[in-house]
């Protein structure tokens, strides 16, 4: 166990009490009517974005999109029919100029009962503010220290900040399990044989707005990792720069220094909560 203050600890425990944020008043709701639940809003559009939408889609309307006065409609369709219609209106707001660092990736959005109703390209989930999933690994020795990867510059989103052992989008057709094994082999050079003893530990929703983007809906599959002292990560996909151990104590710090992702902050302070007493 570590020592560290009680009110670095109050931080922490502050930061994991706000990350579901609603979303901005201005924001434009996207419903879904169709499937079990209809009307539900699975959705919000950043105002900046709506006039360029709007324009296109009164010149060239896409079959089961609907864009009202006051929200945007998705109508149910066959999920491959439907991801038609969301991959042009996707698009468009390439584009625009709406949706950078496009990653020719797909990520589904997955309903409370794990019905999948429609694919998108990934990087545009958060310009539509949809609900994805990312898998998080805190990888910590026996020692009582975690290991933390620093992203690449060349990333498109959080280039130079630290992040987890491992973490990753869950494309379509994985599971948390099968992606963050992949993640870790791919990022951190953690083969299959310690990778097996990953331990899922939980799961936490993040909701914040992107300033000049849109809204970031996730769920975070959380895992911990115990690693041999002797182990040394190693980075395969050219997404991670390089790789530090450090303490618990000095891990907060740089949570609270704003040294990491936003995700990778909130899963490190549960695990931080979880390993230490004041």
Do not use: C
Request: net charge negative; proline share 6%.
């Amino acid at each position: 166990m570590t020592k560290i203050s009680t009110s670095t600890l109050a931080a922490l425990e502050e930061m994991l009490q706000n990350t579901a944020r609603s979303a901005p008043q201005d924001f434009l709701p996207i419903h879904f009517a169709g499937g079990l639940n209809p009307g539900n809003v699975i959705g919000h559009l950043n105002p900046e974005f709506i006039p360029f939408l709007q324009d296109s889609l009164r010149k060239q309307p896409i079959a089961h999109i609907q864009m009202n006065h006051d929200s945007l409609v998705i109508q149910s369709a066959i999920p491959t029919v439907l991801s038609g219609s969301l991959a042009q209106i996707a698009d468009r707001m390439q584009q625009g100029g709406f949706i950078p660092g496009w990653r020719h990736e797909e990520f589904a959005w997955i309903d409370q009962n794990g019905h999948e109703y429609f694919r998108m390209e990934r990087s545009a989930f958060r310009t539509f503010g949809f609900r994805s999933m990312a898998s998080h690994v805190n990888g910590y020795t026996k020692a009582g220290n975690l290991w933390f990867g620093r992203r690449s510059q060349s990333k498109a989103t959080d280039p130079g900040r630290l992040d987890n052992l491992a973490a990753g989008g869950i494309k379509a057709d994985e599971t948390p399990w099968v992606n963050v094994r992949r993640e870790l082999w791919e990022e951190a050079g953690v083969p299959p044989q310690i990778s097996d003893f990953i331990e899922p530990v939980g799961r936490i929703h993040l909701r914040r707005p992107i300033q000049n983007r849109g809204f970031h809906d996730e769920l975070l599959y959380i895992y911990d990792l115990a690693l041999a002292e002797h182990f040394v990560p190693t980075n395969h996909d050219g997404e991670v720069s390089g790789f530090i151990e450090i303490t618990l104590s000095e891990a907060a710090a740089r949570i609270l220094a704003d040294e990491f992702t936003s995700d990778a902050a909130i899963v490190t302070a549960d695990f931080i909560l979880r390993n230490t007493k004041p």
